[in-house]
């Protein structure tokens, strides 16, 4: 279902477009925190695949569920991107990853949370920046200019819903 109403074809506001314009600020060679990760469905969009494989980035995917963790090494799997891309299914609180990163991802898993404990694990991971590195928060159900008021209201009420129900 979530495939469905955020394909990449479907929606411009879909994960995988936010996924590639925020990579394609990476540096060259950068090294990326995905904090979140879930099932990585972006893997399945190809220019995420390409630009990963063409600007040699590492990207280091960090969930809760191993439901969603195996669905994301599976994908890894599925389109080579062993080299590039790593799983774990962990807390991201006990992490022990500092100075390493260009940048952070929340990639729709903010709003997933209680705000206690996303600011728990947003400033337990701050010391994993370099220097210059990034922070990026983005949830595509947030913009009312592109999904309209009602669109924004349902998707608050229903994607905790459905993320809970299908993992």
């Given at each position: 279902?979530?495939?469905?109403?955020?394909?990449?074809?479907?929606?411009?506001?879909?994960?995988?477009?936010?996924?590639?314009?925020?990579?394609?600020?990476?540096?060259?060679?950068?090294?990326?925190?995905?904090?979140?990760?879930?099932?990585?469905?972006?893997l399945e969009h190809s220019l995420v695949r390409s630009l990963i494989r063409e600007r040699k980035l590492i990207v280091d995917g960090v969930d809760i569920s191993e439901p969603n963790v195996d669905i994301c090494r599976e994908r890894i799997k599925k389109h080579g991107?062993?080299?590039?891309?790593?799983?774990v299914c962990q807390d991201a609180r006990t992490l022990g990853a500092t100075g390493k990163y260009d940048a952070i991802l929340f990639?729709?898993?903010?709003?997933?949370?209680?705000?206690?404990?996303?600011?728990d694990i947003f400033?337990?991971?701050?010391?994993?920046?370099?220097?210059?590195?990034?922070?990026?928060?983005?949830?595509?159900?947030?913009?009312?200019k592109k999904l309209g008021k009602l669109g924004v209201a349902i998707g608050k009420l229903c994607?905790?819903?459905?993320?809970?129900?299908?993992?």
């Open positions: 279902m979530y495939t469905a109403f955020f394909n990449p074809s479907a929606s411009p506001v879909a994960t995988p477009h936010a996924f590639h314009k925020i990579l394609q600020r990476v540096p060259q060679g950068g090294r990326v925190l995905d904090l979140g990760v879930g099932s990585g469905v972006y991107l062993e080299e590039n891309f790593t799983v990639m729709e898993s903010f709003p997933c949370m209680s705000k206690e404990l996303f600011l400033t337990n991971v701050q010391s994993f920046i370099k220097p210059g590195g990034v922070n990026y928060l983005y949830h595509n159900l947030s913009d009312p994607k905790p819903a459905i993320k809970l129900f299908i993992g």
